[in-house]
């Protein structure tokens, strides 16, 4: 009878909504729908204008730059590398994950990355973009998290 006095006095209520504030782990994970606006953001803002300036600036044409494709891939990569590195280093943000207020942490402390951390992900998320089998990987994996996010022990979670 004491139950529905305590419900009915409203005391059960505010236990309810004060246990509803704790945050589980996995509310903390950015959605496979905002990682991948982020993804596309990053391809827009950085990568494209990387490829322009490479191809026409720096190998002079396209006739040029398909004449000899892995040294412009190759300056392509490490300038993007270059960026994206600094970038995550510095406040784990790229302007796409800032722009959808996401933010690459290490997974076990949810502090900044680690050089190691970075390289690794970096690495991974190009070998991931190649293969098309590891892209769906996280559609099967029960926590949500890409090849990239596996090895190098980072995840990206919300940032409000």
Same mark, same amino acid.
């Given at each position: 009878m004491s139950k529905?006095? &305590?419900?009915? =006095? $409203?005391?059960? =209520? $505010?236990?309810v909504v004060n246990d509803s504030?704790?945050?589980?782990?996995?509310?903390?994970? %950015?959605?496979?729908?905002?990682?991948?606006? %982020?993804?596309?953001? &990053?391809?827009?803002? *950085?990568?494209? /204008? *990387?490829?322009? *300036?490479? *191809?026409?600036?720096?190998?002079?044409?396209g006739e040029d730059f398909a004449q000899n494709r892995s040294l412009g891939w190759g300056i392509i990569f490490a300038v993007h590398a270059s960026i994206i590195l600094i970038f995550w280093l510095k406040n784990g943000q790229? /302007?796409?994950?800032? %722009?959808?207020?996401?933010?690459?942490? &290490?997974s076990i402390t949810k502090q900044r990355v680690s050089v190691i951390q970075v390289l690794i992900r970096y690495?991974?998320?190009?070998?991931?973009?190649?293969s098309i089998f590891l892209l769906f990987l996280p559609f099967f994996n029960k926590d949500k998290k890409t090849i990239q996010d596996i090895f190098s022990n980072t995840i990206i979670i919300n940032d409000k």
């Open positions: 529905w006095r &305590d419900v009915k =006095q $409203n005391r059960v =209520q $505010n236990k504030k704790v945050k589980s782990p996995k509310s903390d994970l %950015a959605s496979l729908g905002l990682r991948l606006k %982020a993804f596309l953001t &990053d391809t827009f803002l *950085i990568t494209t /204008p *990387i490829l322009y *300036i490479v *191809i026409y600036l720096i190998m002079g044409s790229t /302007p796409g994950l800032r %722009a959808y207020e996401i933010k690459l942490v &290490d690495v991974t998320t190009l070998f991931a973009v190649v």
